[in-house]
């Protein structure tokens, strides 16, 4: 009996210690998991509360980090956990601005707060190339080119910039005459104006004027002689506007003087049906998507729609009263998913999903598309005159003359307005994906999405009446390129981004 009974104890005993064990585990694993998933004791609330994860990062690297006032071991780049509201992130490095913002975190979520540009307090600007007569200026999207007007023994041409090499700056003009008709040629009165570039940087639309004369060409930057068409010699219809379709250079969308938009292959002049007809302005996101508006009917209505793609019918997303005119229409993608914003007067809205293709797509009782609806709408304290997505496709600027605001679709969250110090001549522009650029009082100011850590660069010159120049950051990143007036005619000038050690 006594060996038994202590057996059992032995037992008992057993049962105890290995329950305490397993216990022990699954208390401390319970742990781990809660403090992988972000949970902390919140010593000022006495409570557990999940944390969210901020990713902050700058250029240059190693900035040192204050959150709410208090300065943190790490640099940038980095990571850090912190509870859920508001916080405020001041970064700075010697030599440079200092960067702040409120930025608010949420719990279980990753805030990317990595595009921080400290800019120098010195800032230096030095002349590059002399333009002369210059009256205007564009740069490709990866700021390796520039094109613009000069003006050259009392006649306009075009002049190509090649910035591939920030230590050689070369430029040479281009025989752009040359590839005008015969009645524009000769034409001392011509004027040439470049419209777009495609993505790749190769490819320029430009637009041949006189008080009584309009042709389009695109232009091949690598193949001046062989690969630039004249368009509207080449398909003899009269055009109003003209966007490049891919990367090829071998399409381009246009929109006729009866408002018509068709897509015309350029090796062939083959030209497609009417996509939409009516229609007042479009734009091409990627290589065939368009969104435009219409001119208002007889009843009238203006639509808005998309064409989301060579296959695809012309979708109308809204229609409105011409009252709330001036209807704006842009698209973009965003983390795998379409989007596409629509502004009629003070009035915005977003949808999200997939591009419609058939006009026939299934749409609710209110009309809207079943797969394609408005997930923001919004009224803005101004009526919108420019609309255009970032290039990444996360924020929306709303613009007019005296100011802009962002929304943030990561964040769902609309910005203050950002107002400029004078009415501007046209859409500010981003610089990247997070900073815009404008000039305003003859000074180049650069600024945030949302508004946010403005800076005065340099004396430069923008749109106006009789002249447009564009600003682009250089491809090493290490410069922004502006255009200012020098001692004997218009330079181009670079302002360096870096402090000089």
């Given at each position: 009996?006594?060996?038994?009974?202590?057996?059992?104890?032995?037992?008992?005993?057993?049962?105890?210690?290995?329950?305490?064990?397993?216990?022990?585990?699954?208390?401390?694993?319970?742990?781990?998991?809660?403090?992988?998933?972000?949970?902390?004791?919140?010593?000022?609330?006495?409570?557990?509360?999940?944390?969210?994860?901020?990713?902050?990062?700058?250029?240059?690297?190693?900035?040192?980090?204050?959150?709410?006032?208090?300065?943190?071991?790490?640099?940038?780049?980095?990571?850090?956990?912190?509870?859920?509201?508001?916080?405020?992130?001041?970064?700075?490095?010697?030599?440079?601005?200092?960067?702040?913002?409120?930025?608010?975190?949420?719990?279980?979520?990753?805030?990317?707060?990595?595009?921080?540009?400290?800019?120098?307090?010195?800032?230096?600007?030095?002349?590059?190339?002399?333009?002369?007569?210059?009256?205007?200026?564009?740069?490709?999207p990866d700021g390796r080119f520039a094109i613009g007007e000069v003006q050259q023994e009392s006649r306009y041409t075009l002049q190509l910039i090649d910035l591939e090499d920030d230590t050689a700056v070369t430029s040479a003009t281009l025989d752009i005459r040359s590839k005008l008709s015969d009645g524009l040629r000769?034409?001392?009165?011509?004027?040439?104006?470049?419209?777009e570039w495609s993505q790749n940087g190769r490819y320029v639309a430009v637009n041949a004027t006189t008080d009584s004369a309009n042709e389009w060409l695109l232009v091949d930057r690598e193949d001046f002689e062989g690969g630039t068409v004249n368009v509207s010699a080449l398909i003899n219809l009269p055009i109003s506007?003209?966007?490049?379709?891919?990367?090829?250079?071998?399409?381009?969308?246009?929109?006729?003087?009866?408002?018509?938009?068709?897509?015309?292959?350029?090796?062939?002049?083959?030209?497609?049906?009417?996509?939409?007809?009516?229609?007042?302005?479009?734009?091409?996101?990627?290589?065939?998507?368009?969104?435009?508006?219409?001119?208002?009917?007889?009843?009238?209505?203006?639509?808005?729609?998309?064409?989301?793609?060579?296959?695809?019918?012309?979708?109308?997303?809204?229609?409105?009263?011409?009252?709330?005119?001036?209807?704006?229409?842009?698209?973009?993608?965003?983390?795998?998913?379409?989007?596409?914003?629509?502004?009629?007067?003070?009035?915005?809205?977003?949808?999200?999903?997939?591009?419609p293709r058939s006009a026939l797509a299934a749409r609710s009782e209110k009309g809207e598309l079943a797969a394609f609806p408005t997930v923001h709408a919004l009224t803005l304290p101004f009526a919108v005159e420019w609309l255009q997505f970032s290039n990444n496709g996360r924020f929306i600027i709303f613009q007019n003359?005296?100011?802009?605001?962002?929304?943030?679709?990561?964040?769902?969250?609309?910005?203050?307005?950002?107002?400029?110090?004078?009415?501007?001549?046209?859409?500010?522009?981003?610089?990247?994906?997070?900073?815009?650029?404008?000039?305003?009082?003859?000074?180049?100011?650069?600024?945030?999405?949302?508004?946010?850590?403005?800076?005065?660069?340099?004396?430069?010159?923008?749109?106006?009446?009789?002249?447009?120049?564009?600003?682009?950051?250089?491809?090493?990143?290490?410069?922004?390129?502006?255009?200012?007036?020098?001692?004997?005619?218009?330079?181009?000038?670079?302002?360096?981004?870096?402090?000089?050690?």
């Amino acid at each position: 009996m006594n060996k038994q009974h202590k057996r059992q104890r032995e037992l008992r005993t057993r049962i105890f210690i290995y329950g305490i064990m397993i216990l022990a585990v699954l208390g401390i694993v319970t742990v781990m998991i809660l403090l992988m998933v972000g949970y902390r004791f919140n010593r000022s609330t006495g409570s557990v509360e999940q944390t969210g994860v901020a990713q902050l990062g700058s250029q240059p690297t190693g900035a040192n980090i204050e959150i709410d006032g208090i300065q943190i071991a790490k640099k940038t780049n980095s990571k850090i956990s912190l509870y859920e509201g508001d916080h405020e992130f001041v970064m700075w490095q010697e030599g440079y601005e200092t960067w702040r913002k409120t930025v608010p975190i949420t719990a279980g979520e990753l805030t990317w707060i990595d595009y921080v540009r400290l800019l120098p307090k010195e800032r230096t600007t030095e002349s590059v190339l002399e333009l002369g007569d210059a009256s205007s200026l564009s740069f490709s999207p990866d700021g390796r080119f520039a094109i613009g007007e000069v003006q050259q023994e009392s006649r306009y041409t075009l002049q190509l910039i090649d910035l591939e090499d920030d230590t050689a700056v070369t430029s040479a003009t281009l025989d752009i005459r040359s590839k005008l008709s015969d009645g524009l040629r000769d034409n001392p009165n011509v004027r040439f104006n470049v419209k777009e570039w495609s993505q790749n940087g190769r490819y320029v639309a430009v637009n041949a004027t006189t008080d009584s004369a309009n042709e389009w060409l695109l232009v091949d930057r690598e193949d001046f002689e062989g690969g630039t068409v004249n368009v509207s010699a080449l398909i003899n219809l009269p055009i109003s506007s003209m966007v490049i379709s891919g990367a090829s250079g071998r399409a381009v969308y246009i929109l006729q003087n009866d408002g018509d938009v068709r897509r015309v292959t350029l090796d062939d002049g083959s030209i497609s049906r009417p996509y939409a007809r009516d229609v007042e302005q479009f734009n091409l996101y990627g290589e065939n998507t368009l969104t435009y508006s219409t001119r208002a009917d007889d009843r009238g209505v203006i639509q808005a729609g998309i064409i989301a793609g060579e296959d695809a019918d012309a979708v109308v997303l809204h229609e409105f009263n011409k009252d709330e005119a001036p209807v704006r229409i842009q698209a973009a993608e965003y983390y795998r998913k379409d989007y596409v914003t629509i502004t009629s007067g003070n009035e915005m809205r977003v949808y999200e999903g997939e591009y419609p293709r058939s006009a026939l797509a299934a749409r609710s009782e209110k009309g809207e598309l079943a797969a394609f609806p408005t997930v923001h709408a919004l009224t803005l304290p101004f009526a919108v005159e420019w609309l255009q997505f970032s290039n990444n496709g996360r924020f929306i600027i709303f613009q007019n003359k005296d100011g802009f605001m962002s929304y943030d679709l990561e964040l769902d969250r609309l910005s203050e307005t950002a107002n400029f110090n004078e009415p501007v001549n046209g859409a500010v522009e981003w610089i990247d994906s997070y900073m815009l650029w404008n000039v305003s009082n003859g000074q180049l100011y650069v600024r945030e999405f949302d508004g946010a850590n403005v800076h005065a660069l340099t004396v430069a010159m923008g749109n106006s009446n009789e002249a447009e120049f564009d600003a682009s950051l250089s491809r090493s990143e290490d410069y922004i390129y502006s255009v200012a007036d020098g001692e004997s005619g218009r330079v181009l000038q670079r302002t360096s981004l870096l402090v000089e050690e």
